[in-house]
């Protein structure tokens, strides 16, 4: 099977629209298995909670409220800040719920669910985006 060239100018707005959607499917095909990658690596050799591993961790740290001017007191309240932003204990940002883990497992399996159909997805549309993909994505 040859290539079709599709042209990527005006007033060709469909063949834009092709190659448009062309480049986003096999971004998100290297996005995605990146990301597999990431999820299955996180959770390989994990010992804590299962699910924790995707989670964000905070602490609460008493904070120093200056009240308005009126008012000459400081208030000290708990604020929940990520444990450190700078250096965080996981690149997935979950938000936990108040059982450890939960959420985790639950972003966990729905990245290993959208890899599943996203794999047969691609086995059968792979011939017809090679088809369509004429480089000028």
Known sequence: MTTTIILNSTPYTFGVLTNKIV???????????????????????YTGTPGVEYEVQYTTPATSVRMPPSDKTTLLQAVPIPFSQSNPQ???????????????????DAINQLNTAWATFWSIAQPYLKQLDNGTT
């Open 23 to 45: 480049a986003g499917l096999l971004d998100v095909q290297t996005q995605l298995t990146r990301l597999s990658e990431a999820v299955d690596t996180a959770a390989d050799g």
């Open 90 to 108: 996981t690149l997935f940002g979950v938000q936990p719920s108040a059982t450890p883990g939960e959420q985790g497992l639950v972003y966990q």
